[in-house]
């Protein structure tokens, strides 16, 4: 949404603010030149009215000139609240007239000190302050004006909008971020999508000036309103820089942004692939790679990739063999490390009942976090295709993994 631009100042016209006092012999309250616009009757002084006659008569035969050198006595002579604000309708005339934008500013700002404007006029009034205002760079006076703006029309979305773009270039993102989140709030409450570029606007903001708490509301409400690809992968890679996420919550993640498609570029996939070799799972390792390799995501014959490959290639077939032993050792265990890992393991290899059998048997066992298993529960579940469990497994989990369970809920509400 752009500012409204300065030509629009000539709607003010239309609109009767320009229009000025219509002078007839004897009578304040002649019909105006925008006959479309609702008469106002004005109340001046003999000597006042003396003043500003002359300079209606030149305006109405569009002598600029004239009407300009007529002004300061105008201006001099303006002592009541009608005069003054028939004053700046004059001057706002002559600037329109003449195209100068300076004298249109200077008229707007009279209009507003005179205290003579009516109050339905003053949301236009500000919003060409501040259109003038920026076109003059000066954008303190323009956050000035808008903040004016705003409060005069607090639920309207594009006011919002504005301001928060104003408050960003003045260097303010915390009061930036809160003006989008409430411009989006707006919208919602009128039961409308706020535009996409909001989100991705917030969430700009949010990252730039590390904004953690903004960035994952408007990330979530990114990806809730607008489900791609790449809003997905936008929104949890800045998650993951504003957070700080242990290895396995990291993992947990990619693991999301593979899921909902949103692994793009080699650096997303090799770093899912290395981080899932690095942690012993050479099966979901060789899965990540494979896919990618299908995909023409990653080339399998670079270095890089084919030596991922060739590792988990060779550790494969023993890591296979080995669970079924591992297995039974885990379920027997007092500790629930051995379940985990070994769950981890059936969940690389798509062996999601299994994963969750072990998932479950460590829920009971001592030295490891429920919300981990709970997470993991759920990824298996959501993968298997039981949404409900799925959800019950995500809901499960609570401190600061419930950001990680919450995205891949947003996902599996998603889902067909």
Known sequence: ?????????????????????????????APAAAPAAPQRAYKFSKEERAALQPVQAA?????????????????????????????????LQIGIGTGDEQIQARAIDALIASGGAPAADLPALYRNQAALALKAHNPAAAEAAFNHVAELTPN??????????????QQKPQEAAALMERAIDAKRAAGQNADETWYKYGLKLAYDNHLRAAGLKFGRGLITA???????RDTLLVYRRLSTLDKSASIDLLRLMRASKALNGESDWFELADSLGGSGLPGEEQAVLQEGAQLNMIDPNKAAFRELLTAANARVPADKASLAGIEARALAAPSGTIALNTGDAYLGYGNYAKAVTLYRAALGKSGVDPNVINTHIGIALALSGDRAGAEAAFKAVTGPRAEVAGFWLTWLGQRS
Do not use: C, H
């Open 1 to 29: 949404m752009k500012l409204v631009p300065t030509a629009a100042t000539a709607a003010l016209i239309a609109a009767g603010l320009a229009a000025g006092p219509a002078f007839a012999q004897g009578n304040a309250r």
């Open 59 to 91: 305006i109405n035969a569009k002598d600029w000139a004239k009407a300009t050198s007529l002004l300061p006595a105008a201006q001099a002579a303006a002592q009541g609240t009608d005069a003054k604000y028939a004053v700046g309708q004059f001057e």
């Open 156 to 169: 309207d979305p594009e006011v919002l909008v504005n301001l928060a773009r104003i408050k960003s270039e």
């Open 226 to 232: 607008y489900p791609n690809a790449v809003n997905w």
